[in-house]
């Protein structure tokens, strides 16, 4: 296989999923897709602890750093104090429709100020050799016309952003939870097909509802540059092993690891990261979807979510684990 694009299959940024121990943990099933972090806003970064938000361990690279804010001052201070962790991208949020977030005038609000949008990028990419890039939705309310979604485009891309991550569906800021803006808004991919068509130059991914190996086929094969998937990499984090055999593994020559090897690896992860204080239950979360739909998956499950609280739960305990799934894991 040819070198392909590094935005090819990304995984979404994801509040309380996408936290380094989650990033670590889905690192361990496919080496090549590409990881971002849960959205961090500037000011959190420029008036709180710098290094609490934004550490993370080299394993995780490539990995984009996710930022939400609308000043563009601001957003350049916290740009230039993330770029002494070594982050591959920059990427502003401009499509979470959380009332919280469009309270702080950032998000999927953004869309209806695509002029402060590109200020803030162009004052971003003066402050970094990085890519800079935008999670966006196709419109917000009833400024869902394909023109809107173009018009954003246009002037984002003018202030010298050349990736944009596309969610298809319009985001509805009032009315609808976050999950409901997941879910309830029709899922448009054709738009995001034609934005790809109508502005070439530009990488266009594509994201939302994507949770098959067929899905990700075809929405490649219709033209867009990549596809970022978000639930079902978290849900059924061994899907991506798939997904990297399938889209990512540049040699052919990649060994699946088993699910046993990854416990055994994040066996070792926390006990690295316990010595520092870290909870056990703070890694573990992340990992109770691993052997999602195979024999003995709930008992697994089970046994992690009630053993973690105990006051001498160690990263033994995820070794004990693997009794609860003996025998149905000497493969895959």
């Not at 509040?15 to 496919?30: A, I, K, N, P, V």
Request: charged fraction near 25%; charge should be neutral; glycine fraction near 8%.
């Amino acid at each position: 296989m040819q070198d392909v694009d590094p935005w090819r299959i990304s995984v979404a940024p994801m509040m309380d999923c996408t936290d380094r121990h989650g990033r670590y943990f889905l690192r361990l099933l496919s080496p090549h897709v590409r990881l971002y972090t849960e959205m961090v806003t500037a000011a959190a970064i420029v008036r709180g602890d710098p290094d609490r938000l934004l550490r993370f361990s080299p394993a995780e690279h490539p990995l984009a750093l996710q930022l939400g804010g609308s000043d563009p001052e601001l957003l350049v201070a916290a740009v230039l104090k993330a770029g002494v962790y070594g982050y591959d991208e920059i990427n502003l949020n401009a499509g979470c429709p959380s009332p919280r977030v469009s309270e702080g005038s950032f998000g999927a609000c953004l869309m209806a100020d695509p002029e402060l949008v590109g200020r803030c990028i162009s004052a971003m990419r003066a402050a970094t050799d990085l890519p800079v890039t935008v999670k966006t939705r196709i419109g917000i309310d009833d400024r869902d016309d394909y023109g809107f979604l173009c018009a954003f485009v246009a002037r984002v891309a003018a202030a010298g952003c050349g990736t944009f991550v596309v969610h298809a569906r319009k985001a509805l800021l009032s009315g609808l939870s976050p999950r409901e803006n997941r879910e309830i808004p029709p899922l448009l991919y054709a738009t995001v097909y034609r934005l790809k068509a109508d502005f070439p130059a530009l990488r266009i991914i594509l994201n939302g509802g994507i949770d098959t190996l067929t899905a990700v086929g075809a929405h490649l094969a219709a033209g867009v540059d990549g596809v970022m998937v978000g639930r079902k990499a978290y849900a059924d984090p061994y899907w991506l092993t798939d997904v990297e055999s399938a889209f990512l593994d540049r040699t052919c020559t990649w060994q699946r690891p088993s699910r046993a090897a990854i416990v055994r690896a994040m066996a070792d992860y926390a006990e690295q990261e316990m010595r520092e204080g870290v909870r056990l239950h703070h890694i573990t979360r992340h990992m109770l979807g691993l052997y999602h739909g195979r024999p003995g998956a709930r008992a697994w499950r089970r046994f992690l979510s009630t053993r973690v609280g105990s006051a001498d739960a160690g990263p033994e305990l995820l070794l004990e684990s693997l009794q609860m799934v003996a025998g149905e894991d000497a493969g895959f």
